[in-house]
């Protein structure tokens, strides 16, 4: 129940509320309370109840600052929001942006090696059209293919080391086994040879006698032709040797069997 005091001090309030109504709605001169009354009346509300008027009005004020602050804090945040999502947008594009440059660049790439294994398989198979299978040596077309544009690493016979060669007998390997698929088996390194194959320096590239002579004369003229670039020492096949000092093919001594004679493989030797 409120106090004595604050029942006053409301009526008091009221009480000033009709006295001001009434000073508005009658004239003066009509009135039964003249001017020197009202002001009496006036003058006599409580300080009380002044001061709740005054209390109220200042609520009234703060909250209106209040509202007009809440109201600047929500735009500014507002703002902030709409920012940062403007960020992500921006960021999410340039992520966007960039992935697109880089499949663009990885497909270019990727184009660019499917040509060069195109072209690079292009020339090893008109290298390896250009061997003819015809008996005799006039009749041989030696491939044109560079011992630089052949593929070097890998053999249909599996890995050099394989076959205990060494130094410029590897390189010499992997080009002719690339390069001619109609050999029938390598040999290699033989600690009980007097040539090359002792020290891993001389190949054998194994035919059939006779049916493959044409193919044997291919591989040792290409061999020929790339002497400088194999390293070569010398070449023999079919019972003829061939030199870098000396560029011809010379017959040699019958050795005994067709293996001896190189009748049946075509020999090469590198210098190291």
Request: charged share 15%; glycine share 6%; aromatic share 6%.
């Amino acid at each position: 129940m409120p106090s004595t005091s604050a029942m006053a001090t409301t009526a008091t309030v009221c009480a000033l509320a009709v006295a001001t109504a009434t000073a508005v709605a009658v004239p003066a001169a009509a009135a039964d309370v003249s001017p020197t009354s009202s002001a009496n009346l006036l003058t006599s509300v409580p300080s009380e109840a002044l001061a709740f008027t005054t209390i109220t009005q200042g609520k009234r004020f703060v909250l209106n600052e209040a509202v007009q602050l809440s109201s600047v804090q929500h735009a500014a945040e507002k703002a902030a929001a709409d920012q940062a999502a403007a960020a992500a947008a921006a960021g999410q594009a340039g992520t966007a942006d960039k992935a697109a440059a880089d499949k663009a660049a990885a497909d270019k790439a990727a184009a660019a090696k499917a040509a060069a294994d195109k072209a690079a398989a292009a020339k090893s198979a008109a290298a390896k059209a250009a061997v003819t299978k015809t008996s005799g040596t006039s009749a041989v077309a030696v491939p044109a293919a560079p011992v630089a544009e052949v593929a070097t690493g890998s053999s249909p016979f599996g890995s050099a080391s394989k076959y205990g060669l060494k130094g410029g007998a590897v390189k010499t390997y992997y080009v002719i086994t690339s390069l001619f698929p109609g050999i029938n088996s390598v040999g290699g390194y033989r600690p009980y040879s007097l040539s090359n194959h002792q020290k891993g320096l001389a190949i054998d590239f194994m035919l059939t006698q006779g049916a493959e002579s044409a193919l044997g004369w291919t591989i040792a003229k290409y061999a020929a032709a790339h002497a400088s670039e194999l390293n070569i020492n010398h070449i023999i096949f079919e019972q003829r040797i061939w030199t870098p000092g000396n560029p011809t093919w010379r017959k040699m001594e019958n050795r005994g069997s067709a293996t001896a004679n190189h009748m049946d493989h075509v020999h090469i030797s590198m210098n190291s």
